[in-house]
């Protein structure tokens, strides 16, 4: 049955708290608009040029090898395939428009089931939606993961299946078909998606045997397609090797599991409280600060969600979030230790930023699991008008400054970004008309490199076909040159000014 919906909520009138609901859903919105706004900065590394240049010159003959001997990515690496082929007919990157569709079609995943069949009010379900999609920008470095093509189509649809699952187990409304989908769209993505889905399948398929009930196995069938493609893509990353890659130092973790496993548990833990703007992927950057204010950050947040969740009815069984919570925590830890295996220390920026929002994740389980306790507990309590409003202002007040907080960590960065589009523009446009002229000759230029859309920047200097340096000799490759120079990033602070 479900819960009656808040009286303070539903009335349709007017009133302080549903202002100060629509200032705090203008903040999260401001949050997401500054981010979307130098979407135009973002550029191809070296990946994009190696990979596009291969789509050139084989076609599907490409693709199929990709998929059968070396990435058990199907979906994203159907989806990169398909926008390399169009850049390559219209000459030209098309980044931004590429990695806008992919945040649409990820939030879409992510946040309409929820908006559309969650009974929680409307301004709740909105708030939620969009705090959650902003927090998942702050907190930590946002380059790798959101602003480059090939990380972003890979990494990024994990995050959303991941949300849109949590979302609809903590609503209570997570129908076998949703979760389905979801679950494939996980597996299908990279290798973070096969371990989240294989533990989520998992969980639910020891549930099953534990509860033997006839109706649970019926509505279980839909599980059979999640399960079937995710024996697949596992069977063809186990037989490929893909976890143990070369061509890294050595390591006493380098290509050893238990070594590996064992090293993973001091950052997993760390990754569960940590917050920082810097980076942290070489292991090095946990620091005492950044586990304080991780710490800190995630209790407000923790109070936040469990307050808003208690005022719009969101109160699932205990029982139900035990296996999303092993799923999202597993993948943290074997995405870490997975690292420690194939690279022998811990890659890369995106990888860290997805772990650190997997841990927003388990804080909305746990915000839930608190909401359930709570509001069994304050039911024998009379004031419930009051006790409501309370619980209202504790929950925005949380969100504004958890934003906050997070936001002054990124206000720097984003300033240089946005201040410097035009300079992107410029140095964009110069690389692909240097790229597309006559000669062998090219000039690559860099922009402002701000850290808030730029994880890699190339060295500056001259460089050769068949020399150093695996990126430029991409970007050699892709735009058929053989003499390629590299400019250092604009700073702008040492530009001209108009007086």
Avoid at 29 to 56: K, M
Avoid at 163 to 172: D, E, N, V
Avoid at 232 to 249: D, K, Q, T
Avoid at 313 to 319: E, V
Wanted: a positive charge; charged letters at 10%.
């Amino acid at each position: 049955m479900t819960p009656p919906r808040s009286s303070a909520l539903r009335s349709a009138e007017p009133t302080i708290m549903g202002t100060a609901y629509g200032v705090v859903l203008c903040v999260m919105l401001l949050v997401i608009a500054l981010q979307t706004a130098i979407l135009p900065a973002s550029v191809w590394q070296g990946d994009e040029y190696d990979y596009f240049a291969n789509i050139r010159e084989h076609g599907l003959a490409f693709l199929s090898d990709r998929l059968l001997h070396w990435s058990p990515r199907p979906f994203s690496e159907i989806v990169i395939f398909a926008y390399g082929t169009v850049a390559n007919a219209a000459h030209k990157p098309l980044a931004w428009i590429f990695l806008a569709l992919t945040w649409l079609f990820c939030a879409a995943v992510a946040f309409v089931p929820f908006l559309r069949r969650s009974d929680a009010p409307v301004s709740a379900r909105l708030l939620i939606a969009v705090s959650v999609a902003a927090i998942f920008m702050l907190g930590h470095p946002s380059a790798d993961f959101f602003y480059w093509p090939m990380g972003t189509v890979a990494h990024l649809p994990v995050l959303a299946a991941a949300c849109g699952l949590t979302l609809l187990k903590i609503s209570q409304i997570l129908s076998a078909r949703a979760e389905a989908l979801l679950l494939s769209l996980a597996l299908t993505s990279s290798e973070a998606g096969v371990f989240f889905g294989m533990l989520w399948l998992g969980m639910r398929g020891f549930g099953l045997l534990y509860n033997r009930r006839i109706a649970a196995f019926g509505r279980a069938r839909w599980l059979l397609l999640p399960t079937a493609v995710g024996l697949c893509v596992s069977a063809e990353m186990l037989l490929n090797h893909r976890m143990g890659g070369g061509g890294f130092p050595f390591t006493p973790t380098h290509g050893h599991i238990k070594a590996s496993l064992a090293a993973a548990f001091g950052p997993f833990l760390k990754t569960l409280i940590a917050l920082q703007p810097n980076e942290m992927s070489s292991g090095g950057g946990f620091t005492k600060q950044a586990m304080a204010s991780g710490l800190a950050l995630k209790i407000i947040l923790t109070g936040a969600f469990t307050t808003l969740f208690m005022t719009c009815d969101i109160r699932p069984a205990l029982r139900t979030l035990i296996a999303p919570a092993i799923a999202l925590a597993g993948t943290m830890y074997l995405t870490i230790a997975a690292a420690f295996y194939a690279f022998g220390f811990l890659c890369c920026q995106r990888h860290e930023a997805f772990r650190l929002d997997l841990s927003v994740l388990l804080v909305l389980l746990l915000s839930a699991g608190l909401s359930t306790i709570l509001s069994e507990k304050l039911k024998r309590f009379s004031d419930a008008p009051k006790r409501e409003t309370r619980l209202q202002i504790c929950a925005l007040t949380g969100l504004l400054l958890f934003t906050g907080w997070t936001m002054r960590w990124r206000t720097s960065d984003l300033s240089l970004a946005l201040a410097g589009l035009p300079l992107e523009e410029t140095a964009h446009n110069r690389v692909w008309a240097s790229g597309l002229s006559a000669g062998t000759d090219m000039t690559y230029a860099q922009g402002t490199a701000s850290p808030a859309f730029y994880y890699w920047h190339w060295e500056p200097g001259t460089y050769h076909a068949g020399g150093t340096g695996w990126e430029v000799q991409s970007a050699m490759r892709y735009f058929g040159k053989t003499t390629l120079h590299v400019l250092p990033p604009v700073s702008l602070t040492t530009l001209p000014t108009t007086p």
